[in-house]
């Protein structure tokens, strides 16, 4: 089954400590993970991918197929940081269907 | 990068009755998708409408209650039919569009709360 877990509902964290949101997955093959944020009263909107490895806003993710994992860390966080951050898996279904994990809520305190 | 409007942004509606959401973009697309999200959980795909052909719905979601139409490459209706308070979400038209990653764009969804 294909599946995204986001085991922490919400994460609590000072400004300019390092943050990690877990995400692990169950994929058969080569899966193709995305990070997308939820801002507060924004839409949902990408914030990387895997496949082209680049640093948004400081952030950053590996994909770890031994580890089935997708996490995303940044090295300080800021206040502005907060928000809701969804991992998401393109199904082999085809029609570059998005299969998401629950959701972490990152909130970042002064 | 592809810019979608839904409508309404927000609906209160007796049990019982439909809502016709609609989503637009502002560039052709191929692919649109419907999602919702219950309160306090995340987004589960209701179905993938096709241009010229039936909705592709996912397990759990039937055309009776979520018909949906696609009359062009830039728009889509998604109805909610015979509502329940169950039926409380936020619905969300997505799309992918641009190269070469295709990527997934989100509307700002529809708030429906069914009393």
């Known amino acids: 089954a294909q599946r995204v877990t986001q085991p922490e509902k919400l994460l609590s964290v000072f400004k300019g400590a390092p943050v990690e949101l877990k995400c692990n997955y169950s994929?058969?093959?080569?899966?193709?993970l995305f990070w997308y944020v939820q801002y507060s009263r924004q839409r949902l909107q990408l914030l990387l991918r895997?496949?082209s490895r680049e640093s948004i806003k400081g952030f950053t993710a590996d994909l770890n197929k031994g580890e089935t994992s997708f996490h995303l860390k940044k090295p300080f966080a800021q206040e502005e940081d907060s928000a809701m951050y969804y991992c998401?898996?393109?199904?082999?279904?085809?029609?570059?269907?998005?299969?998401f994990g629950a959701g972490t809520r990152l909130a970042v305190h002064p | 990068s592809a810019v979608i409007s839904q409508k309404p942004s927000r609906d209160i509606c007796q049990r019982g009755t439909s809502l016709t959401i609609q989503c637009q973009v502002d560039?052709?697309?191929?692919?649109m998708f419907w999602y919702r999200q219950q309160p306090g959980q995340s987004l589960t795909l209701i179905a993938t409408?096709?241009?010229?052909?039936?909705?592709?719905?996912e397990s759990g979601f039937v055309i009776d209650k979520f018909p949906i139409s696609r009359p062009n490459l830039t728009f889509s209706t998604l109805t909610v039919s015979n509502m329940s308070p169950e039926d409380s979400s936020i619905y969300l038209c997505?799309?992918?569009?641009?190269?070469?990653?295709?990527?997934?764009?989100f509307g700002p969804g529809t708030r429906l709360t069914v009393l």
């Open positions: 997505s799309v992918t569009s641009g190269i070469p990653y295709n990527e997934q764009f």
């Open positions: 994929y058969s093959g080569s899966p193709e």
């Open positions: 895997h496949i």
């Open positions: 998401a898996l393109k199904s082999s279904g085809g029609y570059n269907k998005l299969i």
């Open positions: 560039s052709q697309v191929t692919m």
């Open positions: 409408a096709n241009q010229g052909s039936e909705a592709t719905y």
